[in-house]
């Protein structure tokens, strides 16, 4: 099971570890493109601190985050899963997982970036501030910018397996499973559903989805759950107390839609 992330829009300071290095990252297939991202980022924050919070979405109030961008090759770096915090990741809880089910996330989470495009929980990288929705003078919109490195490395590191895709529209722009791969795919709404006069009424939720997103991985992973298709995890899922309800793609290469049900929001 490979489980794509979004990453965390704030993040943890990188501490006093040693500094970022690059060729020691997973999926070196995508080394050339963050190199680019990486140098343009570094480059427009270091000459132009209004222009880089315009391009970045800052407001003033952020600007340090702009002074932390300048120092990317040089800053401490951390395993990402402990760069990475807010809801989701505190729902995951990855830090008090026992450490045979910690492996087993280190394998099958995949957290994607819009400077790094995508790593490992164990990569060890800095604390940056880079969306997958900026818009680099030079490179582009990094959405599309990364269609291409994905495309060439992520078939590999989906395997022959499900592919759990819990990421927001930004990130899932940069890489789309296709063919049998998209068959093998199954991604995640969490509904929200209250009862009002009788009636039974859903809503789409937005910070608890997240909470709801983080709890689901982090049951998975501590029930030794394995499943090989979305057939198999709503049939996890469902055993693990969730109320889910799955619509199979009509036509071959398209992805599974799950829904979670909640009647709760915390």
Partial sequence: MLVLLPPSEGKAAGGSGAPLKPQELSLPALAPARAAVLEELVELCAADELKAREVLGLSEGLRGEVAKNVELRTAAARPAGEIYTGVLYDALGLADLPPRVRERADAALLVFSGLWGAVRVT??????????????????????????????????????GLVLDLRSSAY????????EAAGRT??????????????????????????????????????GAEPGSPGELVTALRDLGYVVEAEAPVKAGRAWGLDVVVTRIH
Avoid at 172 to 178: F, G, L, M, T, V
Avoid at 211 to 217: M, P, Q, S
């Fill in 123 to 160: 990569d060890r990288i800095p604390s940056y501030r880079c969306s997958m929705g900026v818009k680099l003078p030079a490179l582009g919109a990094l959405g599309a910018y990364w269609r291409g490195p994905m495309a060439q490395a992520l078939p590999e590191a989906a395997g022959d």
């Fill in 172 to 179: 899932a722009s940069a890489w789309k499973p296709k063919g």
């Fill in 186 to 223: 199954a991604t995640v709404r969490v509904l929200h559903a209250q009862t009002v006069d009788g009636v039974e009424r859903r809503s789409v939720v937005s910070h608890f989805n997240k909470a709801t997103k983080g709890r689901l991985v982090r049951d998975l992973l501590l029930a």
